[in-house]
């Protein structure tokens, strides 16, 4: 029962980190069609430039609290991610709307793969070890334990979540958002801009990417230029597996993912006899994935069919 | 006009085949570039297949290739009689079986596992299809790293090695020959191997692509529920793609595993996926031609350039070391050929041609709706 409880909590953890991610790829999707190849790889951006923040304010001023340190390297890491969104978008990815559909995709794999090359030339390729600057004390609930970081994972992940929710239905960018991801053509008609819809887009996709990164390097404690490409991949299976294009099934698919996850990862050895061991969580997400989309192809929540490549 | 098609044929035949010998000259390390290259063209047409003339996009296709290697390496290596105690008691030395019966084998089990993942996957589309692809990828290569336990079948992460050399009849393609006083080392014989795969292939996918399944394929890519419509059986055709693609792949990775003799999962990378996609995409999608020196392009040149990266290597101090350099430059080379010519360096002249497609400067008209 307890370990039940504790995998809760971690699945949770992870879910909502996943659920941050998946947003941004969801949110892509519904307007321009493209899965962002490179999303993982701003998240892995915003770790890596929190982590050099901190470590020159903890040698500027060594006496900071570890909140007030992780907030102002959050806050540049925002910034810094966002404008590599802004630009990636524009390089990218806007001069190709009118070309086959595969041609974005290759530069959106093709910027992962540079973005990842150039991380490895400016922070080295060794792996980091990203400090912990929230209270290591964990509490107990229930004979299962929560650190500190766990708890500010959880609650930045609700408040921000519920800021894109009111920023998405009760705002005019959230208006025209929504009226570009139904139908671009007509949404300019109605005198939206979809170019800069597109580009807000981008811009609040990259600063949930670099809350999950930082999230992320907190949790794991380490941050490396590869880190982004395993949460992204995870994440964009959690934003097709609650229905992609919807914002609900982002948050609904990165959740359930996180829990299958970690519920699949502590119980596995045992249900099988010691057979499968935990190595093996990984590749849940894809199964039921594929289990999913068997018998729904449209993912959990999604009702736009597909269209074709 | 027509004996100077031919001659050009013929020069390039012959350029073709001296090629190695002239290579060799300078070290079997640039044979080997153009081995892996020849591989990768292999493994570019078969994807084709899938996703230049079905439409189907794959990103899970070095599953097949990891499938077939590996079925390629159980077969011809020691390493079934490690493992299996009644298997080194009929056969100390393993199984070792001739490539006539291993090489059927890895494109059969391939095919089969193209097959098995098309079968599930058929009501999928466009990007979730992708992304089930590259899932499937992904277990593949999850459980090629962790077979090692409780039955050690691939070995884990340590991998395969000591696999057979092709031996047609007795003639070993691992070892040096002498034919009129000229020497052709063992990755040279390689390389009419895979030469004369690569020929065979160009003339099965053109042939296939007049045919009336490739027309099959192509109608379901522009259109499938017209297709389906005009009486195409979809579900066989698609099925089809995906299991003659995987078969290439299985057919590629014996290939790969005899030629390196020794496989492991880290060669089955998702981003070997990636990569076979962007050279498909990148030389021009369904276009034959186009694939091929995609494929010759993002396998051959960035080898080339590590050779010469020394010099650049030692300006920079160290810090932007070969691999480094030669994923920069792919990377560049992916944005950049995308953005000048998104229909690929060498684009087929009729494909992607719509009715009522007109490109227009106005990019909200550009949106998909």
């Known amino acids: 029962m307890e370990v039940l409880l504790q995998q809760i909590i971690n699945g949770l953890v992870l879910g909502s980190m996943y659920a941050l991610i998946a947003l941004g790829y969801t949110m892509v999707y519904g307007i321009i069609n493209l899965i962002n190849f490179a999303h993982g790889e701003v998240l ?114 609700a408040v921000s979540l519920s800021v894109l929710m009111w920023l998405v239905h009760y705002t005019k960018l959230g208006r025209a958002m929504r009226a570009t ?40 404690g380490t941050v490396q230029h590869t880190m982004g490409f395993l949460p992204g ?58 289990f999913v989309l068997t018998l729904r192809p449209s993912g959990l929540l999604g009702e736009r069919v597909a269209d074709r490549a | ?183 052709f080392t063992s990755v040279s014989m390689y390389y009419y191997l895979f030469l004369a795969l690569v020929i065979f292939s160009v003339i099965l996918c053109h042939r296939l692509q007049n045919s009336r399944i490739g027309r099959a394929w192509m109608a379901i890519r522009e259109d499938e529920i017209a297709a389906k419509a005009m009486g195409i059986n979809t579900r066989n055709m698609k099925l089809l793609a995906f299991g003659m693609g995987a078969t290439f792949g299985g057919v590629s990775g014996s290939m790969f595993a005899s030629f390196q003799g020794f496989v492991s999962p880290e060669s089955f990378s998702l981003m070997e996926s990636v990569m076979i996609v962007a050279m498909v995409v990148l030389g021009g999608i369904g276009h034959l031609p186009g694939v091929i020196l995609g494929a010759l392009l993002l396998a051959a040149l960035p080898e080339v350039l590590r050779h010469v990266a020394g010099p650049l290597q030692a300006m920079t101090d160290g810090r932007l070391d070969s691999s480094i350099l030669r994923q920069l430059l792919i990377a560049l080379a992916m944005i950049t050929v995308m953005l000048m010519r998104p229909r690929g360096l060498w684009p087929s002249a009729e494909h992607g041609k719509s009715l009522n497609k007109r490109a227009g400067k106005d990019p909200i008209q550009s949106i998909n709706p």
Not at chain 2, 41 to 54: E, F, M, R, S, T
């Open chain 1, 44 to 157: 892995m951006v915003g770790a890596l430039t929190s982590w050099t923040i901190i470590g020159w304010m903890q040698e500027a001023m060594p006496g900071a609290p570890g909140w007030l340190v992780l907030l102002i390297s959050l806050l540049i890491a925002f910034v810094v991610c966002a404008a590599l969104n802004f630009t990636i978008e524009k390089v990218a990815y806007r001069p190709l709307r009118n070309s086959p559909k595969l041609a974005p995709l290759i530069t959106a794999i093709g910027m992962s793969l540079l973005l990842q090359t150039l991380a490895m030339i400016i922070w080295k390729p060794n792996y980091k070890s990203y400090p912990t600057l929230l209270p290591a004390e964990p509490f107990q609930i229930g004979g299962a334990v929560i650190t500190v970081t766990q708890l500010f994972i959880l609650g930045t992940t």
């Open chain 1, 181 to 220: 991801a139904e139908n671009p053509r007509v949404a300019a008609l109605m005198g939206v801009r979809p170019d800069t819809v597109i580009s807000a887009t981008f811009i609040i996709g990259a600063i949930l990417a670099a809350l999950a990164g930082v999230m992320y390097a907190s949790n794991y």
């Open chain 1, 233 to 290: 991949l995870k994440a964009f299976t959690a934003a097709v597996f609650g229905g992609i294009g919807n914002l609900g099934g982002a948050v609904l698919g990165g959740i359930l993912l996180g829990l299958i996850e970690a519920i699949g990862a502590g119980y596995i050895g045992p249900l099988t006899g010691g057979v499968l061991g935990s190595q093996y969580s990984d590749i849940f997400a894809f199964i039921v994935l594929i």
């Open chain 2, 1 to 183: 006009m027509k004996t100077k098609k031919l001659a050009t044929i013929l020069i390039a035949a012959l350029a073709l085949l001296v090629l190695p010998l002239l290579l060799q000259q300078g070290g079997n390390a640039w044979v080997r570039i153009v081995d892996m290259a020849l591989l990768y063209v292999l493994l570019a047409l078969g994807l084709n297949i899938v996703v230049g003339y079905a439409g189907l996009l794959d990103l899970g296709y070095v599953a097949f290739f990891a499938v077939g290697a590996y079925m390629f390496a159980l077969l011809g290596s020691p390493h079934l009689a490690e493992a299996f105690p009644w298997i080194a008691a009929n056969f100390p030395e393993g199984l070792h079986l001739p490539i006539w019966a291993t090489i059927p084998a890895a494109a059969a089990l391939a095919g089969l596992f193209g097959v098995l993942l098309g079968a599930p996957t058929l009501k999928l589309r466009g990007d979730y299809l992708a992304i089930v692809t590259l899932g499937f990828g992904e277990i593949i290569r999850v459980f090629l790293n962790n077979l090692d336990r409780p039955i050690n079948l691939t070995n884990g992460p340590k991998g395969i090695s000591q696999i057979d050399s092709m031996k047609f009849f007795g003639f070993d393609l691992g070892k040096s020959h002498t034919f009129f006083g000229i020497e």
